[in-house]
């Protein structure tokens, strides 16, 4: 089996050669980019198993990289943000970042998320074995990780998908953010249930109304 490619987009040379080294020192292949395009571009022309974006960079931010990496790709996201405004953080996930870490960091816990993000990633390769599932006009493939409303594709960042097809799994019945958060995002998960709530908005945004996701007051959601 190769190695596990991971690219490093960060203008920072000193801390990006910093988390190059440690991460090497774990076994992964490492692919820097200084800039966003030059980013895009590597993970088009050698696609990563993990990308780590800094929000910083001189062409563009880390947010727009973000957008144009999820066009392309599921791959994991780890944003990483120098500021610890929960804003940033709300942003990255609607765009689709996976995790995110905050500068400065120790490098130990950077692996510790890559490592996280990866596992989840399997995972999710390999589905509870359910068939699709419908619910009114929606519809989701797990199989071919695809997603229709009254017969038409719907786009989702996997973790709208993951939490979508969780949800389906368990039409009608009351989850609580504590559960969605350990179910789709893993127990080793940083961020908090506030997290649960901004992917739930996107989601109801992309259904549209063809199925109710309820908001069940002081213990989560049920979908219906
Ligand atoms: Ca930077």
Redesign the pocket.
Known sequence: MGKTRILLI???ES?ASFMAMYLRKEGFEVDMAADGAGGIKLAARRPPQVVIL????PDMDGFEVCRRLRRESDVPIIMLT?RDAATDKVVGLELGADDYVTKPFDPRELVARVKSVLRRAQARVQPAGTGPLSLGEVSLDPERHEVSVAGKPVQMTAKEFDLLHYLLMNEGLALSRQQLLEQVWGYDFLGDTRTVDVHINQVRKKLGGAAEIETVWGVGYKMK
């Not at 800094?54 to 960079?57: A, E, I, Q, R, V």
């Open positions: 960060e203008d920072e801390i800094d929000l910083m960079l120098a």
